[in-house]
C-alpha cells in the first residue's frame, strides 16, 4: 500500500506560480509512474500531468503543455508539479496519483486526498 499527500496548493493571481508537491508513505512508490489529476467544482476529474519511473519521459494534457511541468525526486520519493502563468481555468482541487502509464497518460492505482488550487483574476 502507498499512500500519497499532496501539498502547496493555495491562492494565486493570474499569471502566478505554485509548486505541488506529492510525498510517497514508501520508496516502493519510486518504481512506478506518477502524475497529477485535477477536478474542478462540478466537473470530472482530469488528467494533467505525468512521468515515468526514471523521470526521463513526461506527458501532459494540451491544456498545460508549456506552463506546467512535472518531476519526480526518487531520492526522496517525491513527486512535484511547477505550475506558471496560472489562469482562473486552472482552479481545481489537484490529486497525485500513482499507477501506470499504457500510451500518453497516467492510470492510477494510488491517490492522494488532493490539495486546492485557486487562481483569482
Known amino acids: 500500500q502507498v499512500r500519497l499527500q499532496e501539498s502547496g496548493g493555495g491562492l494565486v493571481q493570474t499569471g502566478g506560480s505554485l509548486r505541488l508537491s506529492c510525498s510517497a508513505s514508501?520508496?516502493?512508490?519510486?518504481?512506478?509512474?506518477m502524475g497529477w489529476f485535477r477536478q474542478a467544482a462540478g466537473k470530472e476529474r482530469e488528467f494533467v500531468a505525468a512521468?515515468?519511473?526514471?523521470?526521463?519521459?513526461?506527458y501532459y494534457a494540451e491544456s498545460v503543455q508549456g506552463r506546467f511541468t512535472v518531476s519526480r525526486d526518487n531520492s526522496k520519493s517525491m513527486t512535484y508539479l511547477q505550475m506558471t502563468n496560472l489562469k482562473p481555468e486552472d482552479t481545481a482541487v489537484y490529486y497525485c496519483a500513482g499507477g501506470i502509464i499504457p500510451d500518453t497518460t497516467l492510470t492510477p492505482v494510488y491517490w492522494g486526498q488532493g490539495t486546492q488550487v485557486t487562481v483569482s483574476s
Open positions: 512521468l515515468n519511473w526514471k523521470g526521463d519521459k513526461t
Open positions: 514508501t520508496p516502493n512508490a519510486n518504481n512506478m509512474a
